[in-house]
Nanobody
Framework: QVQLVESGGGLVQAGGSLRLSCAAS????????MGWFRQAPGKTREFVAV????????YYADSVKGRFTISRDNAKNTVYLQMNSLKPEDTAVYYC??????????????WGQGTQVTVSS
């Protein structure tokens, strides 16, 4: 069993930055990759980024590449999503998830409760 708790969301102006955190607990964390997804009202859940716990391998959606950075602190069992140059279209509820190294949200086993990110123009 894996528990995930996100934090760090909020309201920011376009061009600003936010850092999301995902605190994870569970015995077999190293067995999972950690992904960030987002869901805007009326839209399907969208892949943002994923990181492998051990090797630190990462992959990003094209829409955030060069602006967002995913990282992890193994000692703290925490994954971060640094979001820079935010745009209004980044507005969504952001979720972290544990599962395989995948862009497909249906393949992830565990989910956090989500944190709201709102970018004003």
């Amino acid at each position: 069993q894996v528990q995930l708790v996100e934090s760090g969301g909020g309201l920011v102006q376009a061009g600003g930055s936010l850092r999301l955190s995902c605190a994870a607990s569970g015995r077999t964390l190293s067995s999972y990759a950690m992904g960030w997804f987002r869901q805007a009202p009326g839209k399907t859940r969208e892949f943002v980024a994923v990181i492998n716990w051990t090797a630190g391998r990462t992959y990003y959606a094209d829409s955030v590449k060069g602006r967002f950075t995913i990282s992890r602190d193994n000692a703290k069992n925490t994954v971060y999503l640094q979001m820079n140059s935010l745009k209004p279209e980044d507005t969504a509820v952001y979720y972290c998830a544990a599962g395989p190294f995948s862009t497909r949200h249906t393949e992830y086993n565990y989910w956090g409760q989500g944190t709201q990110v709102t970018v004003s123009s």
